[in-house]
């Protein structure tokens, strides 16, 4: 573009009448015709997101550690490593379905049917709940502790770290749960950032799980 | 960017930095930066420090060379106000200055690789042990630098001696499988090439011999490997360079290299059976 | 036509005190944020520097004498650790980005202020904490690698303080992270390019992304050294099993990258200092762009390089050899550019220039024997020796510690309204610059003859070459006087500065010094050219005499 440049010794007001005039109108858009609700929107999420793939990192070096421990260092004799698959399974099925259930509901947030809404959210935080008890049945039920060897204490590690974020997603729920009622609820179609945060960043920790199911379980 | 700038200085200043480009070449053959040579590593590696030292004195002092120019050619006079001149860049210049580094780095690469092969690092460790080792820790055996290859791939169990060490806050011990000695001090031939196997009882140390030219951690859990055929005979430090605890700088032993038959003659007076 | 570029909420500026007092409160402004960072990082490099000045005091002797070898493991070990965590990386991120960022997208602050200031406050209780473990029950012992097994087994309060500090401070800078992507990426105002971004922002954004890529790894890592302090577990622990490598592995994929936070928006800087002081267009802009991603991925794939003795195995050491080597083109293409920058300016020969000059000379030394030590073979001699001690002085202390004085220079008058008095920090640069070199230039000898790094004691035969490093130390202290007295003296009674003293085109300049509370009384102004000098002059001219 032919723009002039701004040089010190114009006067202050000088560069904003150049802005004024060389933005032709359709560039700005995005940010001027949005209402300003939105606009925050747009940024905050875009700033969830860069938490989430930071978190996820952590996910990353655990994994990775695991992965290395498992290639070089032998267990020794005795120590279980082979895993049961039902329980896991059926705490992956419950999360899956959690996450379309928290879709649905969102679906119906958008319609403006914060009752529904408020069902579907109800149903996403058992789901979650059911997780956590299932896998509190599954550390009852191992055959060793988190002490015990390398591949336990990884184990552990990694499954309870998860837990700890589903534990975070399900008290979300709660306050999204409890924001959405109709009279007086600060969530609703208008203001919508809260849920969308806590969808995205329940969407993430069963992305989680199904990476950790396929490499703790799986592999 | 020439017509502003005189010629006669910019000939000048390249003058100049041949000149210390020189310099820094007489230096680097002249002027002692390193301990003795005592192992066969010593000097390959005193070879690649060399032309590091030259490419690197080259490229530091062009750079100073060419800051300084620019601060004394360049600064303003007194009573100017104006602006330099608008350049704001030079794709051929980017692309020279892009090239320049690339087969720089490129060259040293390819040298420090066959700097690395002679060391031996590319040859595999522990060929001369038994290998039908079974014990699972061995299989995953790291090693650091060998001689090996230098004196043409002499494979002959008999040429090599074999020693352990045990690394434990602070010291270094030493045992010798052959006349099972046992030893705080290492003794070694002149000209034999040594097979260290190490491993370490609590935390990491590192093995160290300046003279040698040679490194490796000594490592809980995780047995390493370090080959080396001593050149020189004399007594040189044995230091520990990894932080091990309160008297890190303290642990220390030495190595004695000796003539083949004084090296007899201790092996003999210590040694637990005869062979 | 209204612009909402202010993330914050109206109402909540109105409880911000103002003058003196909001530098000590929970203040949402970007700027004083920015010079809270500054300060507290200060506080803590004289503390830091403090702790230097006991390492060189006793290795002045070959004996240890001066402190008891524990503590001079913890003095080293605190001396790495605030020197890394609280003073460069606060500073050249928090302090600066923070103070420039929204100047330079044309935003009246950051995006998320609140998550700022939280960011900002995470870190003197953490660095409170890190010193007093000093005092508790003894520090950290372990270097600032606190590699297992030793982390393990030396007093475990003084090593679960560290590590609770170095979390707090690690979640300090991803909220800062996470900030400055979402302010550059989203905050920018309309109508500005990313391609016509001061240079600085570039480099923010690549050091963010480093940031927030590695750091929750290092805090993984730390978790599970923590579980294997206080719960037995045995990630590192080989007596039970572990594998004290993993640990390396992990901790250098965050403390690599950690080089180049400490080290990219000092680049920044110094791409915004040059152009002002020789009056020249920044040269080549879009390749010093190219090469900041360069460098970022780059630096992403090389943290072996820092266990070449360890086990590694060959393929993965030449792997990283290779990897790490070719970092100096990217980096080569920023020093040349610098370099043609000056060529042809009208170089003012201030403290600012001289300092960023000084940065660009000691940089290349460090940089150079980086690429040595990047060398396998090169490396196995003198990895863990006073030569990698003397190498990444040069380029933390010679790069990033330079920068860091030569941009306090160049933004005083911003800060404050005041100019510094040159002839002191023409003073203050030629002693830090001697007293540098003086400092470290000699600990390449030591390394390459002998000397291992983190011990108290040593062979005789180094006696005379530590005290002449311990004599560039004092220098160094003696240097940081009249750099105090100078920013006190001027801060009260300093010279009026006016709004532009330098006539930059920066638009942190187009507005008063300093700045009102939302940067511009009007609307921001859109710079398109940060870099403009000598362009148009006739055109300038002629608008002048109008
Ligand atoms: C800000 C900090 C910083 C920066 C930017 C760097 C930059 C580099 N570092 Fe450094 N480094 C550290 C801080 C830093 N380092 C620290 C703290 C340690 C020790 C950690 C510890 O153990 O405690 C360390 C250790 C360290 C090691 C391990 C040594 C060992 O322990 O054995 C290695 C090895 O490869 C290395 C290499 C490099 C390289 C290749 C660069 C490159 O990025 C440098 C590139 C720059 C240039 C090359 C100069 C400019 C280029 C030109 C002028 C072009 C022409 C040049 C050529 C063709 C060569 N560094
Ligand atoms: C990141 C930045 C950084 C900076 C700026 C410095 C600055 C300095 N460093 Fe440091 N250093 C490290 C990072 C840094 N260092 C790291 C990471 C290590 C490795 C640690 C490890 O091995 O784990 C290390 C290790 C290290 C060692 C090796 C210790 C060992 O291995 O045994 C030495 C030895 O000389 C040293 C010296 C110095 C000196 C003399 C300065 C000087 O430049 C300091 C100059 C500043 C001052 C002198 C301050 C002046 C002010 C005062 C004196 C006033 C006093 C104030 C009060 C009392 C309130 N440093
Ligand atoms: Cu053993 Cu240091
Ligand atoms: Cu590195």
Redesign the interface.
């Known amino acids: 573009?032919d723009?002039e440049?701004?040089?010190?010794?114009?006067n202050?007001?000088l560069?904003?009448e150049?802005?004024?005039t060389?933005?032709a109108p359709k560039?700005?858009s995005s940010?001027?015709t949005i209402s300003?609700t939105e606009?925050?929107e747009?940024?905050?999420l875009?700033?969830l997101i860069?938490?989430l793939?930071?978190?996820?990192?952590?996910?990353?070096?655990?994994f990775?550690?695991y992965l290395?421990?498992k290639a070089?260092?032998?267990?020794?004799a005795g120590a279980i490593y082979e895993l049961e698959l039902p329980l896991p399974t059926l705490n992956t099925i419950l999360l899956l379905v959690s996450s379309i259930t928290f879709h649905r509901a969102g679906k119906f947030l958008e319609k403006r049917d914060s009752r529904a809404c408020q069902k579907w959210l109800i149903i996403t935080g058992l789901l979650g709940a059911a997780f956590l008890v299932s896998q509190m049945f599954e550390y009852f039920s191992l055959p060793f502790g988190?002490?015990d060897?390398?591949f336990a204490?990884?184990f552990y590690?990694l499954t309870g770290?998860h837990g700890l974020h589903v534990t975070l997603g399900s008290i979300m729920i709660l306050i999204v749960w409890w924001q959405t009622r109709t009279p007086g609820g600060r969530i609703n179609y208008e203001n919508k950032f809260p849920f969308e945060a806590a969808e995205l960043y329940w969407h993430f920790v069963d992305g989680i799980w199904v990476v950790l199911f396929i490499i703790l379980y799986l592999l | 960017m020439g017509s502003s700038v005189p010629k006669t200085s910019a000939i000048l200043t390249l003058i100049i930095s041949i000149s210390l480009a020189v310099l820094g070449v007489w230096i680097a053959y002249n002027i002692k930066m390193l301990p003795i040579e005592a192992s066969q590593n010593s000097p390959v590696y005193d070879e690649l420090f060399k032309v590091l030292f030259i490419i690197g004195t080259i490229l530091f002092i062009g750079m100073v060379a060419i800051v300084l120019y620019s601060l004394f050619q360049f600064r303003r006079r007194a009573g100017d106000e104006g602006d330099g001149i608008p350049l704001e860049g030079n794709i051929s210049l980017e692309i020279f200055w892009t090239a320049i580094p690339a087969i720089v780095i490129l060259f040293v690469g390819l040298y420090s690789y066959d700097i690395y092969d002679r060391m031996g690092g590319m040859s595999p460790l522990m060929h001369h042990e038994n290998s039908s080792n079974s014990n699972?820790l061995d299989q995953?055996i790291w090693g650091g630098i060998g001689s090996d290859s230098i004196e043409s791939s002499n494979t002959d169990n008999s040429m090599v001696l074999p020693i352990e060490l045990t690394a434990m806050q602070f010291a270094f011990i030493f045992h010798y499988p052959k006349g099972d000695i046992i030893t705080g001090e290492l003794h070694v031939p002149v000209g034999k090439k040594v097979s260290l196997k190490m491993e370490s009882k609590d935390v990491i140390h590192a093995f160290w011999v300046p003279q040698f030219r040679l490194k490796q951690d000594v490592i809980p859990g995780q047995p390493t490997v370090l080959n080396f055929t001593p050149t020189k005979a004399g007594t040189y430090p044995i230091v520990c360079a990894e932080l091990c605890g309160p008297y890190h700088g303290g642990m220390r032993s030495n190595v004695i290299v000796d003539e083949l038959n004084e090296y007899d003659n201790w092996f003999q007076q210590n040694a637990k059976e005869t062979i | 036509?209204?612009?909402?570029l202010d993330?914050t909420n109206p109402s909540s500026k109105k409880l911000q005190p103002t003058g003196w007092l909001r530098y000590f409160s929970f203040s949402l402004d970007h700027k004083v944020i920015g010079l809270q960072y500054l300060i507290c990082g200060f506080i803590f490099y004289l503390i830091g520097g403090a702790l230097a000045g006991a390492i060189r005091i006793e290795l002045t002797s070959p004996l240890s004498d001066f402190m008891p070898r524990e503590v001079y493991n913890q003095v080293l070990t605190l001396h790495g650790t605030i020197m890394i965590f609280l003073w460069i990386v606060p500073v050249v991120n928090g302090a600066f980005g923070n103070y420039l960022i929204p100047f330079y997208v044309g935003a009246r602050d950051m995006?998320?202020p609140r998550?700022n200031a939280v960011a900002f406050w995470l870190i003197p209780p953490s660095g409170l904490m890190l010193i007093s473990s000093y005092f508790i029950n003894g520090a950290a012992q372990s270097g600032w690698t606190a590699y297992p097994p030793l982390s393990i087994t030396t007093p475990a309060a003084g090593q679960i303080i560290w590590i609770l500090s170095v979390l707090l401070l690690g979640g300090s800078s991803?909220f800062g992270?996470?900030?400055f992507?979402?302010t550059i990426?989203?905050?920018r105002?309309?109508?500005l390019k990313l391609m016509q971004l001061p240079m600085f922002c570039w480099a923010m954004l690549g050091t963010s992304l480093l940031v927030?890529?590695?750091?929750?790894?290092l805090?993984?890592?730390l978790?599970?050294l923590s579980?294997d302090i206080v719960?037995?577990?045995?990630?590192f622990n080989p007596n039970?099993?572990?594998?004290v490598i993993?640990y390396q592995?992990?901790f250098w994929?965050y403390s690599h990258p950690a080089v180049y936070i400490m080290v990219l928006p000092a680049f920044g800087l110094v791409s915004e200092i040059l152009p002002v002081h020789c009056r020249k267009p920044l040269f080549g802009y879009a390749t010093m762009v190219y090469s900041i991603m360069g460098i970022v991925v780059l630096g992403l794939i090389v943290w072996a390089h820092h266990m070449f003795t360890s086990g590694t195995p060959p393929w993965m050491r030449l792997f990283f050899t290779i990897a790490t080597s070719f970092i100096a083109v990217p980096t080569g293409i920023k020093f040349f550019n610098w370099v043609a920058t000056l060529w042809g300016g009208k170089i003012s020969l201030n403290s600012a220039i001289l300092f960023s000059c000084g940065f660009i000379v000691n940089f290349v030394l460090g940089g150079i024997t980086g690429v040595a030590l990047a060398q396998v073979p090169f490396d196995v001699h003198v990895h863990d020796t006073y030569f990698v001690v003397a190498h990444f002085h040069y380029i933390v202390y010679g790069g990033s510690v330079f920068v860091i004085f030569s941009s306090i220079y160049h933004w005083f008058p911003k800060f404050t309204g005041k100019m510094l008095n040159e002839n002191l920090g023409r003073f203050h640069f030629a002693l830090t610059f001697i007293g540098f070199n003086l400092c470290f230039a000699p600990q390449h000898w030591l390394g390459l003859n002998g000397m291992p790094r983190r011990v108290a004691e040593y062979d005789p035969q180094f006696e005379l070459v530590n005290q002449i490093s311990s004599m560039g130390a004092l220098l160094m202290a003696l240097s940081t006087l009249p750099f105090l007295f100078n920013v006190f003296q001027s801060a009260f009674q300093g010279k009026d500065a006016g709004d532009?003293p330098w006539?930059?085109?920066t638009p942190e300049?187009?507005?008063s010094s300093p700045p009102p509370v939302e940067n511009w009384?009007?609307?921001?102004?859109?710079?398109?050219?940060p870099y403009?000098y000598g362009?148009?002059n006739s055109q300038?001219e002629s608008?002048?005499t109008k």
């Not at chain 1, 930071?54 to 655990?62: R, S």
């Not at chain 1, 070089?72 to 020794?76: A, D, E, I, M, T």
């Not at chain 3, 009384?521 to 050219?529: D, N, Q, R, S, T």
């Open positions: 573009m723009m440049k701004i040089t010190p010794n114009k202050q007001k560069p904003n150049i802005a004024m060389s933005v560039q700005q940010q001027n300003e606009d925050h747009d940024f905050r875009f700033g860069a938490f793939i930071a978190d996820g990192m952590t996910f990353a070096g655990f990775a550690a290395t421990f070089v260092n032998p267990l020794p988190l002490t060897n390398l204490s990884t590690a770290f | 699972p995953k | 036509m209204t612009i909402s993330p995006a998320f998550l991803i992270g996470i900030n992507i979402a990426l989203k905050l105002r309309p109508g927030v890529i590695s750091t929750p790894v805090a993984g890592t978790i599970l579980f719960a037995h577990t045995g990630f039970l099993g572990g594998n993993v592995h992990l994929f532009n006539k930059a085109l300049w187009l507005t009384k009007g609307e921001a102004p859109l710079v398109i050219e403009g362009k148009n300038q608008k002048i």
